[in-house]
């Protein structure tokens, strides 16, 4: 499966890749050449470490150039009244009887502790392409869903966009 990213988001993931490439990579280097100097390798908890490090940004970087490369560029082509990527939305759940105000992202950028649902979630797939007003079936899984009504959507502007957290 394919990552779905804004063009932001791929942005923002490009820039992470860089950063790690010239800088976090260096620093990593110097800490394992630093760390052999000591001696020993078996018994060099420094080196040890200092390796780890190292191998764990490596990591980091082929996963974000995988994430890119392999990643289904999504634009959000909503109306201005249609709930669409990055949007605010305030729902209220009729089971519950309460509101609450979620944001839409694309799926590296959810956080749910913070409000932000993942457009590939439940929830942020039912509520895709629908208008203030609109009562929505959640479909959880074949035995389970409820209904949400949506109360508020808040359009993103461009320039908010640099200030949804990054990776």
């Known amino acids: 499966m394919y990552d779905q990213l804004t063009e932001q ?20 280097i110097e800490a394992v050449k630093e760390a052999r100097a000591h001696g020993d390798l078996s018994e060099n908890f420094e080196y040890h470490a200092a390796k780890k490090d190292k191998n764990r940004n490596e990591s980091r970087i082929r996963y974000l150039e995988r994430m890119v490369k392999t990643a289904k560029v999504i634009h959000d082509n909503s109306s201005e ?8 939305v305030e729902i209220y759940f009729e089971e519950d009887q309460e509101t609450e105000t979620y944001r839409l992202v694309t799926t590296v950028r959810g956080d749910s502790v913070h ?30 869903g409820y209904y949400v009504q949506i109360r508020r959507i808040e359009k993103t502007r461009s320039e908010d966009e640099d200030k949804i957290r990054s990776f």
């Open 115 to 144: 409000g932000r649902i993942s457009i590939e979630s439940p929830l942020g797939k039912a509520l895709l392409g629908h208008k203030t007003g609109d009562r929505v079936y959640i479909k959880v899984n074949d035995t389970y």
């Open 9 to 28: 988001d791929i942005k923002k993931i490009e820039e992470e890749i860089e950063y790690r490439k010239l800088v976090v990579r260096k620093e990593a």
């Open 81 to 88: 009244d249609e709930v669409g990527i990055n949007n605010t």
